[in-house]
């Protein structure tokens, strides 16, 4: 049985500051990326979260990470652009992608704008939701530059393509705020198996091959030489699709690289981000009143036994309410990871100590 701690939301954001802070970012980067972790772990992504602090730590002390490196401009077109993070942290790269292209959108009315050169962003819900907050529909999509393969393509049994993740954010009123998705386009983000390895939990079946293509439900396989499958299950040629589209998009247009163009290619979260300006098709009241109609009309579908109708970022929405409630549970493997970073630091925590009750599951 693995242990559970829980940890209260504002202490893990503050542990995660002082680590990054401490790893030479400056303090808005290390406020930054610990926040948008913090947020994946409230809305129950822990694929995103605080599990990747120690990754993270990792590439820095391999010289893969830039810490306070600002982005570039590699093409500048107006309402087009491609940007070069420089090997900065993700979330900064793409912080600074995501305000061009609000930017340029809101100029132009339409804006496409892809990064290169940039590691892991982290949660790319948090990008479409800026683009949301702006009055705009926004689309996101990343890659891992040829790298990170873990997906089997449909009707194959190896990895040959990566998560490529696909989010979405449109601007909505009233308490609802925007609404949002963030899929990966398999059956789960790498990350999630990440997480249920450390909480020593089986995988739902229909998820992972072992490295003999048989179908598994143990995380351990995916590292051992296993893969991911796509999303739809008997239907995954679907996700495939998508994940073909991000490829191309986020892979080749941004020359970011794509699977099999190197032999050893290095990790690269090549990212492309579209915005579209809302109030230069109708008023962006007009928009978002009928966006919460569209959404209460859906909701109010006849369901079946046990099961609601939920709009998209709903159970994210209440996921965090409970989370910030109870704290952000972190299996023991995962709590002593990020202690051997505070350690590595001479940061003064002891983040068990920070828990609330710790549970056995």
Not at 34 to 60: E, F
Not at 157 to 165: G, S
């Amino acid at each position: 049985m693995a242990t559970i701690h829980h940890i209260p939301p504002e202490h893990l954001e503050r542990i995660a500051y002082e680590i990054f802070k401490a790893a030479g970012s400056p303090e808005h980067e290390a406020r930054l990326i610990a926040q948008q972790l913090l947020l994946s772990n409230l809305g129950g992504h822990d694929s995103h979260g605080v599990i990747r602090v120690s990754t993270y730590m990792g590439w820095l002390r391999e010289g893969k990470i830039r810490p306070g490196a600002k982005n570039t401009f590699l093409r500048d077109d107006g309402s087009t652009a491609l940007m070069d993070g420089n090997w900065g942290y993700g979330q900064t790269a793409m912080q600074q992608t995501a305000d061009v292209a609000i930017e340029r959108a809101r100029k132009h009315g339409i804006s496409a704008v892809g990064v290169t050169r940039l590691m892991h962003i982290g949660r790319l819900a948090d990008y479409a939701l800026a683009g949301a907050r702006a009055g705009m529909v926004s689309l996101v999509g990343t890659t891992a530059g040829g790298a990170g393969a873990t997906v089997a393509p449909f009707g194959g049994i190896a990895r040959r393509i990566a998560t490529n993740p696909f989010a979405a954010g449109f601007p909505s009123s009233g308490a609802r705020g925007p609404v949002w998705f963030d899929m990966a386009t398999s059956t789960v983000a790498e990350g999630k198996v990440q997480v249920a390895r450390d909480a020593h939990k089986e995988l739902a079946p229909g998820i992972l091959l072992d490295k003999h293509g048989k179908p598994s439900t143990n995380p351990v396989d995916l590292y051992e030489g296993g893969a991911i499958l796509p999303t739809g299950g008997t239907h995954g040629y679907k996700g495939y699709l998508m994940a073909f589209m991000v490829e191309v998009l986020a892979g080749l247009l941004t020359g970011g690289g794509f699977v099999g163009k190197d032999k050893d290619p290095r990790f690269d979260n090549c990212t492309f981000m579209i915005c579209i300006d809302v109030a230069r098709f109708r008023t962006l009241g007009d928009f978002t009143r009928e966006l919460d109609e569209l959404i209460d009309y859906l909701k109010a579908t006849p369901s079946r036994p046990g099961e609601e109708v939920l709009y998209p970022g709903e159970v994210e929405k209440r996921m965090e309410a409970e989370r910030r409630r109870t704290g952000i549970p972190l299996a023991e493997e995962t709590v002593t990871k990020i202690q051997a970073e505070l350690d590595h630091f001479k940061i003064p925590i002891r983040l068990a100590a920070e828990a609330t009750a710790p549970m056995a599951r």
